[in-house]
């Protein structure tokens, strides 16, 4: 059974507007959720965190918004750009409950942002 | 400074052979990850190790898989008598001790087993 859920496979979104890409859980101990974006042949890279203490965070032209009863975060981008086009992971983990930090990633979905 | 390096970047073998795959951390980084990630799978976790404490190997799907940790510093998967279905992308990750640090992963080792 997946913890994490990405339901969007992939997304298509046009230059200049906003992409919102959903993420659900399923654990109650999750409190530590990260976003990653990962380019053909590359690792992810690390893109932005929230921790359940707080409802959204915001780098530039990037936000994360929680919602703790539903268990659901989104993640935006707006302005969208070319260059944002990549496959994104969200992932949880269950760091105040004392685990050792590993991460449990969604499928990942794919955004292309069209010029 | 230098990021996660691995290798190799790819590696083909015959079903029944062992394979290691080799992961060298950021320097300074006392945790380090395994993750692999299996065609239209996310990102599944193998292994974790953390300085000198045993390692967390909860995630390793069978005891055909293995890794060590030499040093503290770079570390190898082992998986022997693979199977086809151990086709995917081997990922590590490392990052600084604590929680709330940001894994920095390397570019991966792609693995086919014919």
């Known amino acids: 059974d997946q913890q994490v859920k990405q339901n969007s496979p992939s997304l298509s979104v046009q230059e200049g507007r906003i992409s919102i890409l959903n993420c659900d859980y399923t654990?109650?101990?999750?409190?530590?959720f990260l976003w990653y974006k990962k380019y053909p042949a590359e690792g992810p890279t690390f893109l932005i965190s929230?921790?359940?203490?707080?409802d959204k965070n915001e780098d530039g032209r990037f936000t994360v918004f929680l919602n703790k009863s539903a268990k659901h975060l989104s993640l935006h981008i707006v302005p969208s750009q070319p260059g944002d086009s990549a496959v994104y992971f969200c992932a949880a983990s269950g760091l105040l409950r004392g685990s050792q930090g590993n991460l449990i990633f969604g499928k990942g979905t794919k955004l292309s942002v069209k010029p | 400074g230098a990021g996660v390096s691995q290798s190799p970047s790819n590696k083909v073998t015959e079903k029944g052979k062992d394979v290691e795959l080799r992961c060298d951390p950021i320097s300074g980084h006392t945790a380090l990850y395994w993750y692999r990630q299996s065609l239209g799978q996310g990102l599944e976790f193998l292994i974790y190790f953390q300085g000198n404490s045993a390692p967390d190997k909860s995630g390793l799907p069978s005891d055909r898989f293995s890794a060590e940790r030499t040093g503290g510093s770079v570390s190898t998967l082992t998986i022997q008598r693979t199977q086809q279905e151990d086709s995917a992308v081997y990922l590590c990750?490392?990052?600084?001790?604590?929680?709330?640090?940001?894994?920095?992963f390397g570019p991966g080792t792609r693995l086919t087993v014919l």
């Open positions: 654990n109650s101990m999750f409190d530590y």
């Open positions: 929230i921790s359940s203490i707080k």
């Open positions: 990750a490392s990052s600084r001790q604590g929680p709330y640090n940001e894994q920095f």
